[in-house]
């Protein structure tokens, strides 16, 4: 996109870039919202060339909540799970509505296998088809400590990382079959004080994932341990971040109306909400170093 995109009073909140429609390479689908925090309507639009939108079928279809969508290739669609509504896919023409989908805002790709999750349990569909068969014994219930929960997953190379509120695994397999099990968990080794509250922080960044906990920013690069990168402003971390300034009840992960992270290019920076009008920007660039200021909203 090489200039703004200028549409009714909203903001997005989540978007995927697809091979859908007709005569073209990349369609950028995105959801946008507007509204307040207690009454939101959301809709799918995209642009093919950047510097115009148009809604994704012709009588748009509105969704409520207050969660970040799921949005996610599978096979030849694209699907938007935001845990409220009925998930819909969208084919480049048609937005259709998924009866058979759990109606959950934590979801993943792996395998060929949709995932999602909630509370401290991952469900997972027929291998090639998450329309229309989730079958019942296809779970698998997290035993980890009391009152810890499922905040994120995200599909990497080798398997489905899952962030829990004070813990990690890793589900490890290429069948997904109940009665011939060929997969596995696998903890991963996290700090005594772990505490992850922030799903949409979790980035791809120099080919390794990076994600923010209340004591700051870490790093997977595959195995069973996360390395911590934000030494150099864990000033700046503790004067920041804060379990008040969240709502960790909601199952919805983003209970007001900013997000709190996002990935450009070689940039990683993470938004942070402190006041209604003061936005602490944290920033990692691709040679690792490190800028902190803050600015009005």
């Known amino acids: 996109i090489d200039s703004p995109i200028y549409c009714d009073p909203c903001y997005f909140i989540n978007m995927c870039l697809t091979n859908l429609g007709s005569g073209v390479d990349n369609r950028l689908v995105m959801m946008d919202r507007r509204g307040t925090t207690t009454a939101f309507a959301s809709r799918l639009v995209y642009t093919d060339n950047g510097s115009t939108i148009a809604n994704c079928e012709a009588s748009p279809t509105l969704?409520?909540?207050?969660?970040?969508?799921?949005?996610?290739?599978?096979?030849?669609?694209?699907?938007?799970?935001?845990?409220?509504?009925?998930?819909?896919s969208y084919d480049g023409t048609t937005v259709s509505s998924i009866a058979g989908f759990p109606q959950y805002s934590k979801c993943a790709v792996q395998q060929n296998y949709m995932f999602a999750a909630k509370a401290r349990t991952i469900y997972w569909s027929t291998i090639n088809d998450c329309e229309t068969t989730w079958p019942t014994n296809n779970f698998h219930t997290i035993n980890s400590e009391a009152g810890d929960?499922?905040?994120?997953?995200?599909?990497?190379?080798?398997?489905?990382?899952?962030?829990?509120?004070?813990?990690?695994?890793?589900?490890?397999?290429?069948?997904?079959?109940?009665i011939e099990a060929q997969y596995y968990l696998q903890r991963i080794d996290v700090p005594p004080n772990f505490n992850f509250l922030?799903?949409?922080?979790?980035?791809?960044?120099?080919?390794?994932?990076?994600?923010?906990?209340?004591?700051?920013?870490?790093?997977?690069?595959?195995?069973?341990?996360?390395?911590?990168?934000?030494?150099?402003?864990?000033?700046?971390?503790?004067?920041?971040?804060?379990?008040?300034?969240?709502?960790?009840?909601?199952?919805?992960?983003?209970?007001?109306?900013?997000?709190?992270?996002?990935?450009?290019?070689?940039?990683?920076y993470c938004?942070?909400?402190?006041?209604?009008?003061?936005?602490?920007?944290?920033?990692?660039?691709e040679r690792g170093k490190w800028w902190y200021f803050e600015d009005g909203w």
Not at 271 to 285: F, S
Request: proline residues 4%; negative net charge; without cysteine.
């Open 149 to 178: 929960r499922i905040i994120a997953i995200k599909s990497i190379g080798n398997g489905l990382l899952i962030f829990m509120q004070h813990s990690m695994y890793l589900l490890v397999g290429d069948v997904f079959d109940p």
């Open 63 to 88: 969704f409520s909540g207050a969660s970040v969508p799921f949005m996610g290739m599978f096979k030849t669609k694209l699907y938007v799970s935001e845990g409220v509504n009925a998930v819909v």
């Open 198 to 268: 922030f799903g949409q922080t979790i980035v791809t960044h120099q080919g390794v994932l990076k994600f923010l906990t209340v004591d700051g920013f870490y790093v997977y690069t595959g195995g069973t341990q996360i390395i911590k990168i934000s030494d150099p402003i864990q000033q700046d971390i503790d004067d920041s971040l804060s379990t008040g300034v969240y709502d960790t009840t909601s199952d919805l992960e983003l209970p007001d109306t900013y997000p709190k992270a996002f990935i450009w290019k070689n940039s990683m």
């Open 271 to 285: 938004g942070i909400m402190t006041q209604e009008t003061v936005r602490t920007t944290l920033v990692q660039d």
